[in-house]
Each structure stands twice: as C-alpha cells, then as structure tokens.
C-alpha cells in the first residue's frame, strides 16, 4: 500500500457530499471546501504521533480536522479503540479507508468536536488555493511537482506564449484570457520557464519548452494547449 492509495476513495466520499476537493493544499494532505466549510484530512498508513502532530497543527485553520487511516483487520483492537478514544479528547474526526475491499471506500467514523468555521489567514490561504487550481493533485505525493494555483497559471502563460510570441503581457491577457497578475509572472519568473527578448515583449524560454514537451499529456498542458491553439 501507498500513502497516495487512500486519496480517490476519500475524494469520492467527499465529493458526493457536495465539497470541492484538492491534493495537497498548503502543506495538507486532502483540503476540500463546500460554501464557507473548509475540512482538511491528513493521511498515514497507520497511526502515529507525527500524523497526530499534523492534524493538530491543521487545527489553526479549521476546527473541521480528521485524519485518515487503512480500517484496521478489528474494529475492536486494542490500539483501535484507544486511537479513537485520543482523537475524541483532542476533537479530531477519523476517516478509514477499506484498502483490503474490492470498492475501496472511505468513511467517517468520528467527527471534529469543534463546530465552528474560523476565519483566519492560514483558511483563506487554503481556500483561494482550492479556488485558484482547476486540475487536481493526488493527495499524500511526496515525489512528484503540485499543481498550486500559481503553477497552474505559469502553464496557462507557457501554452499562451507557445501560441502567440513573442507578445507584450498585456495582449496576452486580451487574447488568452489570462489574469491581472501575467506581467508580474513572467517578469518574476520563478520557474524559468519565460524570456524577455525585449522591453515588454516576452517568448518561450528553452526550459518553458521542455517542460511542455516533456508534460505533454498531463491535464494541465493538454487542456491550456488546447485552449490556447483555439484562440
């Protein structure tokens, strides 16, 4: 079993309940959203105290906390019981995940005690990140690049200037649809993915260029590529 395993079957559950769901969020495992609700799932393959540690931690953004674990072979295991005993007094909530079954399904054993929506920087960091990605990551991946918000746009620009360059940012936005923030972007240019080739007037960087060959069928660049040609 991976870490990564648990990911679908809780996202379903979620989703069928009318949240918004998204991988790795701000340092969270799982961060799903639905109208001001904001919950966050931190998932081990068996309970530990880091993974208590991190679901602490996330309690500075939500009351709304669970962690999520493989159901254990007896629901009346020792260990079983005192988790569940520990994350009723830190009011934690529980979600298992049944690995061992054909359906592999999640469900929620226990509720977060707390109930009420605290609105802080850290929720609202979280939140603008679910609203700002259109393609998910798989929740629990260590090894592979998220797609944060700001990734996403950077892709968008990437498959815009491979269309259209060299180009000014503002007729980018006109003819692509991008955001306010594109100039900013690509003067920045974090991911070294952009060239300035003269005053205002950008093009693809070689590295931008091998990112895109080399991501061709991922979501992200298939669905901005095709957006972008169509224009």
């Given at each position: 079993m991976k870490e990564t395993d648990l990911y679908d079957p809780i996202k379903t559950l979620l989703t069928s309940q009318g949240f918004t769901v998204r991988g790795?969020?701000?340092g969270c495992d799982i961060a799903a959203?639905?109208?001001?609700?904001?919950?966050?799932?931190?998932?081990k393959l068996a309970a530990n105290?880091?993974?208590i540690y991190q679901a602490l931690e996330r309690k500075t953004a939500t009351e709304w906390v669970f962690v999520a674990i493989p159901r254990p072979r007896s629901a009346k295991s020792k260990n079983f019981v005192k988790l569940k005993k520990l994350l009723k007094k830190l009011e934690l909530g529980l979600i298992t995940v049944a690995l061992d079954s054909p359906l592999k399904y999640a469900e929620i054993l226990i509720f977060p005690g707390g109930r009420d929506n605290k609105s802080t920087k850290k929720s609202a960091a979280i939140k603008n990140e679910i609203a700002g990605r259109s393609v998910d990551s798989t929740g629990g991946s260590t090894k592979t690049a998220i797609n944060t918000a700001y990734r996403e746009k950077c892709i968008?620009?990437?498959?815009?200037?491979?269309?259209?360059a060299p180009i000014s940012p503002k007729d980018l936005r006109a003819i692509h649809g991008l955001e306010k923030d594109t100039g900013g972007i690509l003067n920045s240019n974090f991911l070294g993915w952009f060239n300035r080739i003269s005053k205002g007037i950008y093009?693809?960087?070689?590295?931008?260029?091998?990112?895109?060959?080399?991501?061709?069928?991922?979501?992200?660049?298939?669905?901005?590529?095709?957006t972008c040609n169509s224009r």
């Amino acid at each position: 079993m991976k870490e990564t395993d648990l990911y679908d079957p809780i996202k379903t559950l979620l989703t069928s309940q009318g949240f918004t769901v998204r991988g790795e969020v701000k340092g969270c495992d799982i961060a799903a959203t639905r109208d001001d609700a904001l919950w966050i799932i931190e998932m081990k393959l068996a309970a530990n105290l880091t993974l208590i540690y991190q679901a602490l931690e996330r309690k500075t953004a939500t009351e709304w906390v669970f962690v999520a674990i493989p159901r254990p072979r007896s629901a009346k295991s020792k260990n079983f019981v005192k988790l569940k005993k520990l994350l009723k007094k830190l009011e934690l909530g529980l979600i298992t995940v049944a690995l061992d079954s054909p359906l592999k399904y999640a469900e929620i054993l226990i509720f977060p005690g707390g109930r009420d929506n605290k609105s802080t920087k850290k929720s609202a960091a979280i939140k603008n990140e679910i609203a700002g990605r259109s393609v998910d990551s798989t929740g629990g991946s260590t090894k592979t690049a998220i797609n944060t918000a700001y990734r996403e746009k950077c892709i968008h620009i990437a498959c815009a200037l491979e269309a259209s360059a060299p180009i000014s940012p503002k007729d980018l936005r006109a003819i692509h649809g991008l955001e306010k923030d594109t100039g900013g972007i690509l003067n920045s240019n974090f991911l070294g993915w952009f060239n300035r080739i003269s005053k205002g007037i950008y093009e693809l960087s070689p590295k931008g260029q091998d990112y895109l060959k080399e991501n061709a069928e991922t979501s992200l660049v298939l669905h901005y590529r095709s957006t972008c040609n169509s224009r």
